[in-house]
T-cell receptor, first 113, second 110 residues
């Protein structure tokens, strides 16, 4: 199983809503990542979890809150988002955080209205 | 100037043509990834290179560490190869951050 599974694939939410994006992998990977990608731009790193601990936060606004409940799961909690936060949110994982092959999920398309 | 530059930005070719996409980077790296992204969004890692050359099916990736340059080649291109191809590097060692190029949009015409 070399899959990173993301749910939901599409999400439309209002600016006052609270929602979550979920990511799951069963490859035994110990590093997991959240990226944000706007149209026709490369992905931008948001967060890195290494061995279930947050190791990198790229100065992401607090309306985005990551959570790593266990080594297979990574969540991104969303609250009070802005329309400019509409983007493709990609989850990825790798064996560890020292430069291994990285596996991406299909992404969650988020629209904030 | 971006740390990772790709060329061309857009490439349209006829089915069957040999395709080359180039990536140049300005920082020391521990590894370089070639990634493929289809319009649906998901990204697939094609290769991870730290030296030399790798081949998988019709895809070949090479890297020249001294020249800070990598190429992705596609032989006998097919319309299903149409996608955005992204070069991404891991700068330094013990560093999990990918630095992405801006991507090359490839369109293969039947």
């Amino acid at each position: 199983d070399t899959e990173v599974t993301q749910t939901p694939k599409h999400l439309v939410m209002g600016m006052t809503n609270k929602k979550s994006l979920k990511c799951e992998q069963h490859m035994g990977h110990r590093a997991m990542y959240w990226y944000k990608q706007k149209a026709k731009k490369p992905p931008e790193l948001m967060f890195v979890y290494s061995y279930e601990k947050l190791s990198i936060n790229e100065s992401v606004p607090s309306r985005f809150s990551p959570e790593c409940p266990n080594s297979s799961l990574l969540n991104l909690h969303l609250h009070a988002l802005q329309p400019e936060d509409s983007a493709l949110y990609l989850c990825a994982s790798s064996q560890d955080d020292s430069g291994n092959t990285i596996y991406f999920g299909e992404g969650s398309w988020l629209t904030v209205v | 100037k971006n740390e990772v530059e790709q060329s061309p930005q857009n490439l349209t070719a006829q089915e069957g043509e040999f395709i080359t996409i180039n990536c140049s980077y300005s920082v020391g790296i521990s590894a370089l990834h070639w990634l493929q992204q289809h319009p649906g969004g998901g990204i697939v890692s094609l290769f991870m290179l730290s030296s030399g050359k790798k081949k998988h099916g019709r895809l070949i990736a090479t890297i020249n560490i001294q020249e800070k340059h990598s190429s992705l080649h596609i032989t006998a291109s097919h319309p299903r190869d149409s996608a955005v191809y992204i070069c991404a590097v891991i700068a330094g060692f013990g560093n999990e951050k990918l630095t992405f190029g801006t991507g090359t949009r490839l369109t293969i015409i039947p």
